[in-house]
Protein backbone atom coordinates (compact mmCIF):
# COMPACT_ATOMS: atom_id res chain seq x y z
CA UNK A 1 0.00 0.00 0.00
CA UNK A 2 1.62 3.29 -1.31
CA UNK A 3 0.88 6.44 1.00
CA UNK A 4 -0.30 9.66 -0.91
CA UNK A 5 1.54 12.63 -0.36
CA UNK A 6 -0.71 14.55 -2.83
CA UNK A 7 -4.60 14.69 -3.33
CA UNK A 8 -5.98 16.75 -5.42
CA UNK A 9 -9.83 16.39 -5.71
CA UNK A 10 -12.57 18.34 -7.57
CA UNK A 11 -10.67 21.19 -8.82
CA UNK A 12 -12.59 23.58 -10.88
CA UNK A 13 -11.00 26.87 -12.05
CA UNK A 14 -12.54 28.97 -14.88
CA UNK A 15 -10.74 32.32 -16.13
CA UNK A 16 -13.78 34.65 -17.36
CA UNK A 17 -15.66 32.39 -19.83
CA UNK A 18 -12.84 29.80 -19.96
CA UNK A 19 -13.21 26.63 -18.28
CA UNK A 20 -9.03 26.15 -17.43
CA UNK A 21 -9.98 22.77 -15.28
CA UNK A 22 -12.64 20.97 -14.57
CA UNK A 23 -13.32 18.72 -12.22
CA UNK A 24 -9.75 17.12 -11.71
CA UNK A 25 -8.33 14.50 -9.44
CA UNK A 26 -5.18 13.71 -9.22
CA UNK A 27 -3.13 11.48 -6.47
CA UNK A 28 0.81 11.67 -6.10
CA UNK A 29 2.66 8.82 -4.38
CA UNK A 30 5.09 9.08 -2.09
CA UNK A 31 8.71 8.98 -3.56
CA UNK A 32 7.59 9.05 -7.18
CA UNK A 33 8.46 11.52 -10.17
CA UNK A 34 4.85 12.13 -11.28
CA UNK A 35 4.81 13.69 -15.16
CA UNK A 36 1.85 16.19 -15.95
CA UNK A 37 1.70 16.20 -19.52
CA UNK A 38 -0.74 17.65 -22.22
CA UNK A 39 -0.38 20.09 -25.18
CA UNK A 40 -0.13 24.09 -24.84
CA UNK A 41 -3.32 25.59 -23.27
CA UNK A 42 -4.19 22.09 -21.45
CA UNK A 43 -4.31 23.71 -18.14
CA UNK A 44 -0.90 22.11 -16.39
CA UNK A 45 0.03 25.45 -15.37
CA UNK A 46 -2.74 26.55 -13.97
CA UNK A 47 -2.92 23.09 -12.14
CA UNK A 48 0.39 24.00 -10.51
CA UNK A 49 -0.39 27.15 -10.02
CA UNK A 50 -3.29 26.37 -7.50
CA UNK A 51 -1.17 23.36 -6.13
CA UNK A 52 1.15 26.04 -4.98
CA UNK A 53 -1.35 28.56 -3.90
CA UNK A 54 -0.67 31.12 -6.32
CA UNK A 55 -4.72 30.48 -7.96
CA UNK A 56 -7.65 30.09 -5.58
CA UNK A 57 -9.78 26.88 -7.37
CA UNK A 58 -12.89 27.98 -8.26
CA UNK A 59 -14.41 24.68 -6.31
CA UNK A 60 -12.55 21.63 -4.90
CA UNK A 61 -9.00 20.69 -2.46
CA UNK A 62 -5.66 20.29 -2.64
CA UNK A 63 -4.45 18.24 0.39
CA UNK A 64 -0.89 17.62 1.27
CA UNK A 65 -0.74 14.51 3.84
CA UNK A 66 -3.51 15.88 6.03
CA UNK A 67 -2.91 19.27 5.49
CA UNK A 68 -5.28 21.35 3.11
CA UNK A 69 -3.57 23.51 0.96
CA UNK A 70 -6.24 25.29 -1.05
CA UNK A 71 -6.43 28.96 1.12
CA UNK A 72 -2.64 28.92 2.79
CA UNK A 73 -0.15 31.52 1.53
CA UNK A 74 2.57 30.29 -0.32
CA UNK A 75 4.92 30.94 2.31
CA UNK A 76 2.65 28.79 4.56
CA UNK A 77 2.39 26.07 1.71
CA UNK A 78 6.96 26.20 1.32
CA UNK A 79 7.01 25.62 5.12
CA UNK A 80 4.85 22.42 5.57
CA UNK A 81 7.50 21.54 2.54
CA UNK A 82 5.87 21.99 -0.84
CA UNK A 83 8.44 23.78 -3.01
CA UNK A 84 8.66 24.62 -6.61
CA UNK A 85 10.72 25.70 -9.49
CA UNK A 86 9.33 28.24 -11.98
CA UNK A 87 9.18 28.00 -15.46
CA UNK A 88 11.42 31.00 -15.71
CA UNK A 89 14.04 31.10 -13.44
CA UNK A 90 13.06 32.95 -10.59
CA UNK A 91 16.10 33.85 -8.22
CA UNK A 92 17.63 37.30 -6.46
CA UNK A 93 19.63 38.27 -9.54
CA UNK A 94 21.32 41.24 -6.95
CA UNK A 95 23.12 38.48 -4.82
CA UNK A 96 25.55 36.16 -5.24
CA UNK A 97 24.80 32.39 -6.04
CA UNK A 98 25.75 31.69 -2.36
CA UNK A 99 23.67 34.55 -1.03
CA UNK A 100 20.85 32.79 -3.24
CA UNK A 101 21.22 29.48 -1.79
CA UNK A 102 21.31 30.68 1.76
CA UNK A 103 18.42 32.57 2.04
CA UNK A 104 15.82 29.34 1.51
CA UNK A 105 18.47 27.80 3.56
CA UNK A 106 17.87 30.35 6.37
CA UNK A 107 14.15 29.64 5.82
CA UNK A 108 14.58 25.89 6.51
CA UNK A 109 16.02 26.36 9.55
CA UNK A 110 14.89 29.60 11.08
CA UNK A 111 11.11 29.47 9.93
CA UNK A 112 8.77 32.51 8.09
CA UNK A 113 10.57 35.02 10.07
CA UNK A 114 13.39 35.33 12.55
CA UNK A 115 14.78 38.73 14.06
CA UNK A 116 18.33 38.33 14.26
CA UNK A 117 19.96 41.78 12.97
CA UNK A 118 22.94 41.68 14.95
CA UNK A 119 23.71 37.88 14.41
CA UNK A 120 27.06 38.10 12.91
CA UNK A 121 27.79 35.60 9.89
CA UNK A 122 30.56 34.45 10.54
CA UNK A 123 28.67 32.68 13.03
CA UNK A 124 26.64 30.96 10.75
CA UNK A 125 29.16 28.73 9.48
CA UNK A 126 26.80 25.39 9.06
CA UNK A 127 24.88 27.42 6.85
CA UNK A 128 27.49 28.60 4.48
CA UNK A 129 28.84 25.13 4.32
CA UNK A 130 25.74 23.36 3.38
CA UNK A 131 24.76 26.17 1.21
CA UNK A 132 28.45 25.61 -0.42
CA UNK A 133 28.25 21.58 -0.88
CA UNK A 134 24.17 22.27 -2.98
CA UNK A 135 26.37 24.29 -5.07
CA UNK A 136 28.67 22.04 -5.78
CA UNK A 137 26.35 18.74 -6.07
CA UNK A 138 25.38 21.16 -9.38
CA UNK A 139 28.83 22.43 -10.36
CA UNK A 140 28.23 25.97 -9.30
CA UNK A 141 30.90 26.35 -6.92
CA UNK A 142 33.56 27.91 -8.98
CA UNK A 143 31.22 31.26 -9.42
CA UNK A 144 29.60 31.01 -6.41
CA UNK A 145 30.93 34.56 -5.42
CA UNK A 146 29.27 36.27 -8.66
CA UNK A 147 26.29 37.73 -9.02
CA UNK A 148 23.48 35.74 -10.30
CA UNK A 149 22.35 38.28 -12.74
CA UNK A 150 25.67 37.34 -14.87
CA UNK A 151 24.91 33.59 -14.99
CA UNK A 152 23.49 31.96 -18.13
CA UNK A 153 19.92 31.19 -18.24
CA UNK A 154 20.98 27.15 -18.03
CA UNK A 155 22.71 28.29 -15.25
CA UNK A 156 20.14 30.75 -13.41
CA UNK A 157 18.00 27.50 -13.66
CA UNK A 158 20.21 25.02 -12.07
CA UNK A 159 20.81 27.77 -9.42
CA UNK A 160 17.03 27.89 -8.50
CA UNK A 161 16.91 24.07 -8.52
CA UNK A 162 19.60 23.90 -5.87
CA UNK A 163 17.65 26.93 -3.75
CA UNK A 164 14.95 24.38 -4.23
CA UNK A 165 17.24 21.35 -2.97
CA UNK A 166 19.00 23.03 -0.21
CA UNK A 167 15.25 22.95 1.81
CA UNK A 168 15.20 18.94 1.58
CA UNK A 169 11.45 19.76 0.50
CA UNK A 170 9.29 16.57 0.60
CA UNK A 171 7.03 17.50 -2.55
CA UNK A 172 8.87 19.74 -5.27
CA UNK A 173 6.75 21.08 -8.09
CA UNK A 174 9.03 21.50 -11.46
CA UNK A 175 7.67 23.58 -13.89
CA UNK A 176 9.41 22.49 -17.54
CA UNK A 177 12.82 22.11 -15.62
CA UNK A 178 14.62 21.63 -19.40
CA UNK A 179 12.65 24.11 -21.43
CA UNK A 180 15.07 25.70 -23.35
CA UNK A 181 17.60 23.97 -22.26
CA UNK A 182 20.88 22.54 -24.84
CA UNK A 183 20.38 18.32 -25.04
CA UNK A 184 23.62 18.65 -23.03
CA UNK A 185 21.76 20.67 -20.01
CA UNK A 186 19.04 18.74 -20.44
CA UNK A 187 20.54 15.28 -19.68
CA UNK A 188 22.53 16.67 -17.09
CA UNK A 189 19.25 18.07 -15.15
CA UNK A 190 17.62 14.57 -15.50
CA UNK A 191 20.81 12.55 -14.40
CA UNK A 192 20.47 15.10 -11.38
CA UNK A 193 17.04 14.59 -11.07
CA UNK A 194 17.25 10.83 -10.72
CA UNK A 195 20.23 10.91 -8.08
CA UNK A 196 17.98 13.19 -5.91
CA UNK A 197 15.31 10.78 -6.45
CA UNK A 198 17.10 8.10 -4.13
CA UNK A 199 16.73 10.39 -1.77
CA UNK A 200 12.79 9.74 -1.32
CA UNK A 201 11.89 13.47 -2.29
CA UNK A 202 8.13 12.92 -4.43
CA UNK A 203 8.21 14.90 -7.58
CA UNK A 204 5.38 16.51 -9.66
CA UNK A 205 7.10 17.33 -13.22
CA UNK A 206 5.17 19.57 -16.22
CA UNK A 207 7.25 18.60 -19.26
CA UNK A 208 6.77 18.89 -22.80
CA UNK A 209 10.46 17.08 -23.41
CA UNK A 210 8.67 13.45 -24.32
CA UNK A 211 12.76 12.63 -23.88
CA UNK A 212 12.07 13.93 -20.56
CA UNK A 213 9.08 12.24 -19.66
CA UNK A 214 10.08 8.67 -20.32
CA UNK A 215 13.12 8.51 -18.97
CA UNK A 216 12.05 9.83 -15.85
CA UNK A 217 8.32 9.62 -14.79
CA UNK A 218 6.93 6.55 -12.30
CA UNK A 219 3.43 7.94 -13.46
CA UNK A 220 2.12 10.17 -16.39
CA UNK A 221 -1.32 12.18 -15.63
CA UNK A 222 -1.97 13.46 -19.63
CA UNK A 223 -4.18 16.42 -19.43
CA UNK A 224 -6.20 17.89 -22.32
CA UNK A 225 -8.71 20.83 -22.40
CA UNK A 226 -8.79 21.43 -18.85
CA UNK A 227 -9.30 17.73 -17.65
CA UNK A 228 -7.34 14.42 -17.24
CA UNK A 229 -7.98 12.02 -20.38
CA UNK A 230 -5.25 9.60 -19.37
CA UNK A 231 -3.10 8.33 -16.15
CA UNK A 232 -0.90 5.74 -15.09
CA UNK A 233 2.84 4.10 -15.57
CA UNK A 234 4.43 5.61 -18.75
CA UNK A 235 3.42 2.02 -20.65
CA UNK A 236 -0.30 2.26 -20.20
CA UNK A 237 0.23 5.98 -21.11
CA UNK A 238 1.97 5.17 -23.85
CA UNK A 239 -0.61 2.75 -25.08
CA UNK A 240 -3.40 4.87 -24.62
CA UNK A 241 -5.47 5.60 -27.89
CA UNK A 242 -7.22 8.65 -26.14
CA UNK A 243 -3.80 10.08 -25.06
CA UNK A 244 -2.58 9.94 -29.38
CA UNK A 245 -5.61 11.51 -30.45
CA UNK A 246 -5.37 14.36 -27.86
CA UNK A 247 -2.00 14.71 -27.67
CA UNK A 248 0.21 13.67 -30.43
CA UNK A 249 -2.54 13.88 -33.09
CA UNK A 250 -2.75 10.57 -34.03
CA UNK A 251 0.62 10.12 -33.73
CA UNK A 252 2.91 7.24 -32.77
CA UNK A 253 5.45 7.66 -29.73
CA UNK B 1 35.91 34.56 4.41
CA UNK B 2 34.26 35.02 7.63
CA UNK B 3 37.12 35.49 9.94
CA UNK B 4 38.67 37.73 7.51
CA UNK B 5 35.10 39.94 6.69
CA UNK B 6 35.17 40.12 10.77
CA UNK B 7 38.62 41.90 10.82
CA UNK B 8 37.57 44.05 7.75
CA UNK B 9 34.47 45.37 9.97
CA UNK B 10 36.60 46.49 12.98
CA UNK B 11 39.33 47.86 10.95
CA UNK B 12 36.29 50.08 9.09
CA UNK B 13 34.78 51.18 12.21
CA UNK B 14 38.25 52.18 13.73
CA UNK B 15 38.45 54.09 10.64
CA UNK B 16 35.50 55.03 10.75
CA UNK B 17 35.39 56.52 14.29
CA UNK B 18 38.79 58.43 13.55
CA UNK B 19 37.32 60.51 10.64
CA UNK B 20 34.31 61.21 12.80
CA UNK B 21 36.16 62.29 15.54
CA UNK B 22 38.68 64.24 13.56
CA UNK B 23 35.98 65.72 11.62
CA UNK B 24 36.67 69.51 13.29
CA UNK B 25 40.48 69.39 12.17
CA UNK B 26 40.43 68.05 8.19
CA UNK B 27 36.88 70.25 6.87
CA UNK B 28 38.87 72.94 8.71
CA UNK B 29 40.23 74.06 5.03
CA UNK B 30 36.89 73.75 3.37
CA UNK B 31 35.57 76.16 6.50
CA UNK B 32 32.90 73.66 7.53
CA UNK B 33 34.41 73.22 10.59
CA UNK B 34 32.13 75.10 12.53
CA UNK B 35 30.10 73.21 15.72
CA UNK B 36 26.69 74.51 14.08
CA UNK B 37 26.95 72.40 10.54
CA UNK B 38 29.23 69.60 12.38
CA UNK B 39 26.39 68.88 14.33
CA UNK B 40 24.14 68.83 11.02
CA UNK B 41 26.80 66.78 9.50
CA UNK B 42 26.20 64.21 11.82
CA UNK B 43 22.54 64.55 12.79
CA UNK B 44 21.78 64.21 9.05
CA UNK B 45 23.88 61.60 8.65
CA UNK B 46 22.32 59.50 11.35
CA UNK B 47 19.15 60.07 9.67
CA UNK B 48 20.30 59.06 5.97
CA UNK B 49 21.74 56.17 7.42
CA UNK B 50 18.44 54.89 9.24
CA UNK B 51 16.93 55.60 5.91
CA UNK B 52 19.04 53.79 3.59
CA UNK B 53 18.26 50.44 5.68
CA UNK B 54 15.06 50.86 4.80
CA UNK B 55 15.59 52.19 1.16
CA UNK B 56 18.84 50.69 0.29
CA UNK B 57 17.75 47.12 1.48
CA UNK B 58 14.56 46.57 1.18
CA UNK B 59 14.00 49.21 -1.53
CA UNK B 60 11.04 50.94 -0.33
CA UNK B 61 10.78 54.34 -0.89
CA UNK B 62 9.13 56.39 1.77
CA UNK B 63 8.09 59.48 1.16
CA UNK B 64 7.66 60.42 4.65
CA UNK B 65 10.15 60.19 7.03
CA UNK B 66 10.49 63.13 8.03
CA UNK B 67 7.40 62.89 10.04
CA UNK B 68 9.33 60.49 12.21
CA UNK B 69 12.01 63.50 12.65
CA UNK B 70 9.73 66.00 13.92
CA UNK B 71 8.10 63.44 16.32
CA UNK B 72 11.63 62.76 17.59
CA UNK B 73 12.31 66.24 18.06
CA UNK B 74 8.42 67.04 19.22
CA UNK B 75 9.02 64.09 22.39
CA UNK B 76 12.59 65.23 23.35
CA UNK B 77 11.47 68.65 24.19
CA UNK B 78 8.39 67.24 25.64
CA UNK B 79 11.02 65.08 27.92
CA UNK B 80 13.20 68.47 28.50
CA UNK B 81 9.91 70.59 29.68
CA UNK B 82 8.86 67.60 31.96
CA UNK B 83 11.81 65.26 33.07
CA UNK B 84 14.74 66.57 32.82
CA UNK B 85 17.35 68.89 30.66
CA UNK B 86 19.07 65.67 30.68
CA UNK B 87 20.12 64.37 27.07
CA UNK B 88 19.33 60.77 27.54
CA UNK B 89 16.31 60.31 28.74
CA UNK B 90 14.97 62.71 25.87
CA UNK B 91 16.66 60.63 23.32
CA UNK B 92 15.10 57.32 25.43
CA UNK B 93 12.20 58.89 25.18
CA UNK B 94 12.48 60.42 21.50
CA UNK B 95 13.21 56.89 19.78
CA UNK B 96 10.52 54.80 21.54
CA UNK B 97 7.68 57.31 20.84
CA UNK B 98 9.12 57.69 16.80
CA UNK B 99 8.88 54.11 16.75
CA UNK B 100 5.77 53.19 18.03
CA UNK B 101 4.60 55.97 15.43
CA UNK B 102 6.53 53.90 13.10
CA UNK B 103 4.55 50.80 13.45
CA UNK B 104 1.11 52.99 13.20
CA UNK B 105 2.24 54.34 9.72
CA UNK B 106 4.23 51.07 8.59
CA UNK B 107 1.94 48.88 9.59
CA UNK B 108 -0.90 50.21 7.29
CA UNK B 109 1.63 51.77 4.66
CA UNK B 110 3.47 48.28 3.75
CA UNK B 111 0.00 46.62 2.52
CA UNK B 112 1.23 48.46 -0.58
CA UNK B 113 4.03 48.54 -2.52
CA UNK B 114 6.08 50.31 -4.76
CA UNK B 115 4.64 53.96 -5.81
CA UNK B 116 1.72 53.28 -3.61
CA UNK B 117 3.71 52.57 -0.56
CA UNK B 118 5.52 55.68 -1.25
CA UNK B 119 2.52 57.77 -1.32
CA UNK B 120 0.79 56.29 1.15
CA UNK B 121 3.77 57.03 3.77
CA UNK B 122 3.60 60.96 1.89
CA UNK B 123 0.51 61.10 3.05
CA UNK B 124 0.48 59.88 6.50
CA UNK B 125 3.48 62.44 6.80
CA UNK B 126 1.64 65.65 5.50
CA UNK B 127 -1.52 64.43 7.56
CA UNK B 128 1.44 64.52 10.60
CA UNK B 129 2.55 68.32 9.33
CA UNK B 130 -0.98 69.51 9.15
CA UNK B 131 -1.63 68.15 11.91
CA UNK B 132 0.78 69.95 14.47
CA UNK B 133 -0.32 72.94 12.94
CA UNK B 134 -4.60 72.29 13.81
CA UNK B 135 -5.39 69.91 15.84
CA UNK B 136 -2.57 68.88 17.79
CA UNK B 137 -1.19 72.24 18.99
CA UNK B 138 -1.98 71.69 22.51
CA UNK B 139 0.84 69.41 22.04
CA UNK B 140 2.78 71.16 19.57
CA UNK B 141 2.31 74.72 20.14
CA UNK B 142 1.37 74.95 16.15
CA UNK B 143 3.17 77.81 14.47
CA UNK B 144 5.31 79.11 17.45
CA UNK B 145 6.90 75.82 17.92
CA UNK B 146 7.16 74.08 21.26
CA UNK B 147 9.73 75.82 23.48
CA UNK B 148 11.04 75.57 26.86
CA UNK B 149 9.64 77.65 29.40
CA UNK B 150 10.62 79.05 32.66
CA UNK B 151 7.58 77.74 34.25
CA UNK B 152 8.26 74.19 32.60
CA UNK B 153 7.73 71.25 35.57
CA UNK B 154 11.04 69.38 35.18
CA UNK B 155 10.46 67.09 38.03
CA UNK B 156 13.99 65.50 37.75
CA UNK B 157 15.85 68.66 37.77
CA UNK B 158 16.53 71.17 41.17
CA UNK B 159 14.31 73.67 41.18
CA UNK B 160 16.11 76.72 39.48
CA UNK B 161 17.11 79.81 41.54
CA UNK B 162 14.62 82.66 40.72
CA UNK B 163 15.96 85.06 38.15
CA UNK B 164 17.80 82.44 36.48
CA UNK B 165 16.92 82.18 32.63
CA UNK B 166 16.18 79.17 30.84
CA UNK B 167 18.43 75.85 31.65
CA UNK B 168 20.28 74.39 28.61
CA UNK B 169 20.30 70.81 27.69
CA UNK B 170 23.14 68.75 29.45
CA UNK B 171 24.76 65.80 29.98
CA UNK B 172 25.30 65.41 33.68
CA UNK B 173 26.84 69.04 33.71
CA UNK B 174 28.22 69.21 30.38
CA UNK B 175 26.25 71.62 28.26
CA UNK B 176 24.98 70.59 24.72
CA UNK B 177 26.52 73.50 22.92
CA UNK B 178 29.52 74.25 20.62
CA UNK B 179 32.10 71.46 20.45
CA UNK B 180 30.52 69.13 23.26
CA UNK B 181 27.32 69.58 21.61
CA UNK B 182 28.87 68.03 18.20
CA UNK B 183 31.13 65.29 20.13
CA UNK B 184 28.22 63.79 21.55
CA UNK B 185 26.19 63.52 18.29
CA UNK B 186 29.28 61.85 16.78
CA UNK B 187 29.30 59.67 19.40
CA UNK B 188 25.84 58.29 18.41
CA UNK B 189 26.83 58.63 15.09
CA UNK B 190 29.48 56.14 15.30
CA UNK B 191 27.14 53.53 17.40
CA UNK B 192 24.28 54.41 14.96
CA UNK B 193 26.93 53.13 11.90
CA UNK B 194 27.93 50.33 13.99
CA UNK B 195 24.30 48.61 14.20
CA UNK B 196 23.87 49.57 10.71
CA UNK B 197 27.06 47.73 9.77
CA UNK B 198 26.05 44.92 11.94
CA UNK B 199 22.47 44.81 10.08
CA UNK B 200 23.89 44.76 6.95
CA UNK B 201 26.53 42.09 8.04
CA UNK B 202 23.59 39.44 9.51
CA UNK B 203 20.99 37.13 7.93
CA UNK B 204 18.50 39.63 8.48
CA UNK B 205 20.01 42.11 6.64
CA UNK B 206 20.50 39.76 3.58
CA UNK B 207 17.08 38.64 3.35
CA UNK B 208 16.11 42.09 2.88
CA UNK B 209 17.95 42.60 0.18
CA UNK B 210 16.31 39.67 -1.13
CA UNK B 211 13.35 40.72 -0.54
CA UNK B 212 14.56 43.95 -3.06
CA UNK B 213 15.90 41.73 -5.65
CA UNK B 214 12.90 39.32 -5.86
CA UNK B 215 9.95 39.83 -2.95
CA UNK B 216 7.67 36.86 -4.80
CA UNK B 217 10.31 34.13 -4.84
CA UNK B 218 11.01 35.16 -1.17
CA UNK B 219 7.29 34.56 -0.64
CA UNK B 220 7.23 30.97 -2.30
CA UNK B 221 10.97 30.25 -0.20
CA UNK B 222 9.11 30.26 2.77
CA UNK B 223 9.28 34.08 4.29
CA UNK B 224 6.64 36.09 5.40
CA UNK B 225 8.01 39.17 4.12
CA UNK B 226 5.53 41.87 6.00
CA UNK B 227 7.40 41.49 9.18
CA UNK B 228 10.64 41.58 7.91
CA UNK B 229 9.68 44.88 6.02
CA UNK B 230 7.89 45.91 8.99
CA UNK B 231 11.00 45.80 11.17
CA UNK B 232 13.15 47.38 8.75
CA UNK B 233 10.92 50.58 8.62
CA UNK B 234 10.45 51.06 12.22
CA UNK B 235 14.25 50.41 12.37
CA UNK B 236 14.60 53.47 10.05
CA UNK B 237 11.84 55.27 12.33
CA UNK B 238 13.31 55.43 15.44
CA UNK B 239 16.98 56.53 13.39
CA UNK B 240 14.63 59.28 12.43
CA UNK B 241 13.37 60.10 16.00
CA UNK B 242 16.83 59.99 17.02
CA UNK B 243 18.14 62.56 14.45
CA UNK B 244 14.67 64.47 15.59
CA UNK B 245 16.27 64.33 19.08
CA UNK B 246 19.31 65.27 18.59
CA UNK B 247 18.51 68.36 16.53
CA UNK B 248 16.46 69.40 19.82
CA UNK B 249 19.37 68.86 21.90
CA UNK B 250 21.36 70.79 20.24
CA UNK B 251 18.82 73.68 20.09
CA UNK B 252 15.68 73.42 22.30
CA UNK B 253 12.62 73.80 20.07
CA UNK B 254 10.29 71.61 17.49
CA UNK B 255 8.58 73.47 15.16
CA UNK B 256 6.39 71.51 12.39
CA UNK B 257 8.22 72.77 9.28
CA UNK B 258 10.40 69.84 10.36
CA UNK B 259 8.19 67.17 9.39
CA UNK B 260 7.03 68.58 6.04
CA UNK B 261 7.46 66.92 2.68
CA UNK B 262 10.14 68.85 1.63
CA UNK B 263 12.42 67.26 4.32
CA UNK B 264 10.85 64.17 3.33
CA UNK B 265 12.45 64.14 0.07
CA UNK B 266 15.83 65.96 1.34
CA UNK B 267 16.92 62.07 3.24
CA UNK B 268 15.77 60.45 -0.53
CA UNK B 269 18.12 63.30 -2.11
CA UNK B 270 20.90 62.23 0.22
CA UNK B 271 20.95 58.56 0.20
CA UNK B 272 20.20 58.63 -3.48
CA UNK B 273 23.13 60.82 -3.76
CA UNK B 274 25.39 59.26 -1.91
CA UNK B 275 24.77 55.74 -3.07
CA UNK B 276 21.84 53.66 -2.32
CA UNK B 277 22.30 50.57 -0.27
CA UNK B 278 26.03 51.68 1.11
CA UNK B 279 26.98 51.54 4.08
CA UNK B 280 28.91 55.40 3.95
CA UNK B 281 27.33 56.53 0.71
CA UNK B 282 24.17 57.87 2.46
CA UNK B 283 26.45 60.10 5.25
CA UNK B 284 28.20 61.70 2.16
CA UNK B 285 25.51 62.32 0.90
CA UNK B 286 23.93 64.11 3.84
CA UNK B 287 27.39 65.92 4.37
CA UNK B 288 27.40 67.35 1.05
CA UNK B 289 23.81 68.40 1.01
CA UNK B 290 24.59 70.37 4.50
CA UNK B 291 27.12 71.68 2.93
CA UNK B 292 26.21 73.46 0.18
CA UNK B 293 23.32 74.28 2.27
CA UNK B 294 25.19 76.00 4.50
CA UNK B 295 28.39 77.31 2.85
CA UNK B 296 27.27 78.03 -0.65
CA UNK B 297 24.13 79.74 0.57
CA UNK B 298 26.30 82.25 1.97
CA UNK B 299 28.51 82.90 -0.51
CA UNK B 300 27.64 86.26 -2.80
CA UNK B 301 28.73 88.63 -5.26
CA UNK B 302 31.51 90.10 -3.23
CA UNK B 303 32.49 87.08 -1.98
CA UNK B 304 32.31 85.91 -5.86
CA UNK B 305 34.55 88.81 -6.80
CA UNK B 306 37.13 87.73 -4.31
CA UNK B 307 37.48 84.66 -5.17
CA UNK B 308 37.86 84.89 -9.03
CA UNK B 309 39.92 88.23 -8.35
CA UNK B 310 43.23 86.80 -9.69
CA UNK B 311 41.53 86.80 -13.26
CA UNK B 312 41.67 90.06 -15.30
CA UNK B 313 38.83 92.43 -14.83
CA UNK B 314 36.83 91.34 -18.14
CA UNK B 315 36.87 87.89 -17.83
CA UNK B 316 36.54 88.34 -13.75
CA UNK B 317 32.97 90.12 -14.48
CA UNK B 318 32.17 87.30 -16.38
CA UNK B 319 32.87 84.32 -14.78
CA UNK B 320 31.11 85.92 -11.27
CA UNK B 321 28.16 86.74 -13.84
CA UNK B 322 28.33 82.89 -15.08
CA UNK B 323 28.47 81.44 -11.37
CA UNK B 324 26.45 84.16 -9.57
CA UNK B 325 23.44 82.55 -9.97
CA UNK B 326 24.51 78.91 -8.77
CA UNK B 327 25.53 80.30 -4.98
CA UNK B 328 23.55 82.61 -2.29
CA UNK B 329 19.84 81.92 -2.97
CA UNK B 330 20.74 80.10 -5.81
CA UNK B 331 22.15 77.57 -3.66
CA UNK B 332 19.61 74.66 -5.05
CA UNK B 333 20.74 75.61 -8.68
CA UNK B 334 23.95 73.96 -7.83
CA UNK B 335 22.45 70.95 -6.17
CA UNK B 336 20.13 70.25 -8.73
CA UNK B 337 22.62 70.30 -11.41
CA UNK B 338 25.02 67.70 -9.25
CA UNK B 339 21.74 65.69 -8.61
CA UNK B 340 21.30 65.33 -12.22
CA UNK B 341 25.00 64.86 -13.20
CA UNK B 342 24.87 62.04 -10.43
CA UNK B 343 21.96 59.85 -11.04
CA UNK B 344 22.67 59.97 -15.37
CA UNK B 345 26.26 59.63 -14.93
CA UNK B 346 26.58 57.13 -11.79
CA UNK B 347 23.18 55.83 -10.30
CA UNK B 348 25.11 54.33 -8.02
CA UNK B 349 26.00 57.78 -6.75
CA UNK B 350 29.26 58.89 -5.12
CA UNK B 351 30.18 55.54 -4.04
CA UNK B 352 30.11 54.10 -7.24
CA UNK B 353 32.18 57.22 -8.26
CA UNK B 354 34.74 56.50 -5.80
CA UNK B 355 34.58 52.70 -6.38
CA UNK B 356 34.93 53.33 -10.39
CA UNK B 357 37.97 56.05 -9.41
CA UNK B 358 39.60 53.23 -7.44
CA UNK B 359 39.29 50.30 -10.06
CA UNK B 360 41.40 53.01 -12.31
CA UNK B 361 43.83 53.47 -9.85
CA UNK B 362 44.11 49.39 -8.96
CA UNK B 363 44.05 49.34 -13.17
CA UNK B 364 46.55 52.14 -13.25
CA UNK B 365 49.32 50.96 -10.86
CA UNK B 366 48.99 46.94 -12.64
CA UNK B 367 50.15 48.46 -15.63
CA UNK B 368 52.73 50.86 -14.30
Not at chain 1, 87 to 106: C, D, G, H, K, R
Amino acid sequence: MTETVLNVSNVQKTFGGLQALSDINLKVDKGQIHAIIGPNGAGKSTLLNVIIGRLAPDSGTVKFGDMILTGMQPYEINQAGVVRVFQTPEIFPELTLLQNVMVPAFAKRDGSFKFNPFKSMAREKAIVEEAEHVLEDLGLHNQMHNLSSSMSRGDKRRLELAMCLIQHPKLLLLDEPTAGMARHDTNRTIELLQRIKERGMTKVIIEHDMHVVFSLADHISVLAQGAIIADGTPDEVRGNPKVQEAYLGGAHL
Amino acid sequence: MSIHSTRNDVLTMVAFTAVVLTMPLWLDPIGAAYPDLLQKFAIFGLFAIGFNILFGLTGYLSFGHAAFLGVGSYAAVWSFKLLTMNVLPAIAFAIIVSGVFAVLIGFISLRRSGIYFSILTLAFAQMSYNMAYSVLTPITNGETSLQLALNDPRILDPVAEAGAGLPSTELFGMSMRGYSGFYFCAVLLIIGFYISLRIFRSPFGMKLRAIKSNQTRMNYTGYNTRPYLLSAFVISGMYAGLAGALLAITDPLAGAERMQWTASGEVVLMTILGGVGTLVGPLLGAGLIKYFENIFSSYNERVLHEIFSFLPDALENLVVFVTNPFVGEGWHLTLGTLFMVIVIFLPGGIMEGMSRLGRLFRFGRKEG
